[in-house]
């Protein structure tokens, strides 16, 4: 156990923040993508509502599921550091310092933090592209004389 509590000690952080952080490349890279192929696709293109679809959605469910998660890897980060924590008191054979306790539950609500800080721009990214995938699904409609067809 207490090997497993070393590893855990040097390397949580290093573990929560660098997946969020992987998180939040993922994210950014494929926000980036879907904008600039949602501002130049020209829907004209396009004879088949489904093939349009299927381009204009492309990635955007990886870019919702990394603004969902984020803050569940955050809290994962954070339960583990107070678990550290108590375990920590725990074998400390009733020497409590409670400033070093302190400073450790505090570092551990920064994995928290960092997945809020993930999620919200995802979450908004997210938004926005399915704004501008249903302005586009609308102009096919619109130039396909379409009206009033449902989803």
């Not at 870019?63 to 809290?75: F, H, K, R």
């Not at 400390?92 to 551990?108: K, W, Y």
């Not at 928290?112 to 990214?125: D, K």
């Not at 592209?129 to 009206?147: D, I, P, S, Y």
């Amino acid at each position: 156990m207490s090997q497993l509590f070393i590893f855990l000690h040097e390397y949580i952080d290093y573990i929560i923040l660098g997946l969020l952080g992987l998180m939040s490349f993922i994210m950014l890279w494929f926000a980036l993508e879907r904008f600039i192929f949602l501002s130049r696709v020209q829907v004209s293109r396009y004879t088949n509502i489904h093939e349009l679809d299927i381009d204009l959605t492309r990635n955007l469910t990886t870019i919702s599921t990394i603004g969902s998660n984020a803050p569940y890897v955050g809290l994962l980060g954070t339960v583990i550091g107070i678990l550290l924590t108590f375990y920590e008191l725990g074998n400390s054979g009733g020497d409590i310092d409670a400033a070093a306790i302190m400073l450790n539950l505090s570092l551990a609500l920064k994995a928290t933090a960092v997945g809020i800080l993930v999620a919200i721009p995802s979450m908004v990214f997210y938004n926005g592209l399915t704004r501008k995938v249903e302005v586009n699904r609308l102009k096919w409609k619109a130039l396909n004389g379409q009206k009033n067809v449902g989803a």
